[in-house]
């Protein structure tokens, strides 16, 4: 059983950036993919990037590229989302999760484990 701990967000003005981290509490490495995914009131959860800790390969939601950037730190168990050029309707909760591979990992409903999340607000 993994356990995620999501930090970094807040509050911060349109056109500022963000660098949110994931912990987890046990070794990520081959073959898991840790997604980040947002939540706005009132909206369905959506993707914003993925990268599989074992070989880095990163993924993104077509709409967030380029304001994006998704790293890991294998030896902290510690996923990054840096994101930039932030718009008020980037704010939602954001949460990471993880499951096996990250084909398909825009369903959200396939990852297994979820953090509690972390706000970022936009204004």
């Known amino acids: 059983h993994v356990q995620l701990v999501e930090s970094g967000g807040g509050l911060v003005q349109p056109g500022g950036s963000l660098k949110l981290s994931c912990v987890a509490s046990g070794h990520i490495g081959a073959g898991i993919c840790v997604g980040w995914f947002r939540q706005a009131p009132g909206k369905e959860r959506e993707e914003v990037a993925a990268i599989n800790a074992g070989t880095g390969n990163t993924y993104y939601a077509e709409s967030l590229k380029g304001r994006v950037t998704v790293s890991r730190d294998n030896a902290q168990n510690t996923v990054y989302l840096q994101m930039s050029s932030l718009e008020s309707e980037d704010t939602a909760m954001y949460y990471c999760?993880?499951?096996?591979?990250?084909?398909?990992?825009?369903?959200?409903?396939?990852?297994?484990?979820w953090g509690q999340g972390t706000q970022v607000t936009v204004s």
């Open positions: 999760a993880t499951k096996r591979g990250c084909s398909s990992w825009k369903t959200y409903q396939l990852f297994d484990y």
